[in-house]
């Protein structure tokens, strides 16, 4: 974590040393006033690596998505990897809210050789219906082999799939068909999507 | 033997069940497995929601998913193992995370069994049925 300087105005000092302190309710109060700062995505990508409250997360990583841009997208992506359930699911959501910026990072981690990165990667995509992102996930869907990234695709691509979506759900259900969940889950998909 | 000794035989009550999963599919799919087996199901989207749930209204057991929004399954646990009211609550995780160490990591929060997704419909009956003691009744 970066540490506070002597050259540095005592307000910033102040609210870098608050963000390291034990207080969660001061912790959050500082994770909230260091978006002020010009180098604010090093300082919450920092303590995004080990900020353990799950209030004082929801707002770096609700300050990370009021930055935006590809360095927030960047700060965000390796925690995709991380341990912590409650860090790497808030980073897959963030990176969705960012929108565009996002994409590229998403265009990496749906081909990543962890399935569990894959599956988090599939939540980027559910803030852009419609799009590219969702022809991604029908073509890599046709050559996944672990049943619950497929589950994951799907249960995605039943938010934000079109009327291209069908066929390639028919046909990963004609690929699996031995699987009673998956199987639920393309029939409940196919069921919310419009009609090729 | 008198009609006035013969003690009437009325049906367990259902066992209420709160599935905790932020994937609709998976908590529509959950729904439709465990209650042709006589349970009530109840759902929240995620760890927050669950707990408000638990704390309101009286379940025989939780099925918690891992990765949810907002709270996720394992902190959920280690909320409920330290509110009095539901601290004896039993939980049933399902995940899809598989490694040695999710699985170790759940059961230091205090998760009673822990299932690797997809779970089938057979199994769920089975386990739900098992911790809640509505198998035997």
Known sequence: MRQPTAAEPADRVAVLAALDGADPGARRTAA?????????IEIIAGRLAVETDPRVLEVLVLNLVAVGGPAAAAALAPLLRSDDA???????????????????????LIRDPDPQVRILAAEIARGHAGGAAAQTIERLLAEETEVNVCCAFVDVLADIGTADTPPALRALKARMPGNAFLTFSVDAALAQLPPD | MSEGNVTP?????AKRLLVIDDAALVRAYYRQALEPGGFLVDEAFNGIEGLEKALISPYDLVVVDVNMPKMDGLTFVHRLRETKEIACLPVLMTSTLDRDRDIAAARAAGVNLYLVKPVSEDDLRLFAGIMTGAVGE
């Open chain 1, 32 to 40: 909230r006033a260091c978006r002020a700062f010009p180098d604010s």
């Open chain 1, 86 to 108: 409650g860090r790497r699911f808030a980073a897959a959501e963030a990176l969705k809210d960012l929108g565009p910026d996002a994409l590229p990072f998403f265009d990496v």
């Open chain 2, 9 to 13: 035989i009325r049906p367990a009550p």
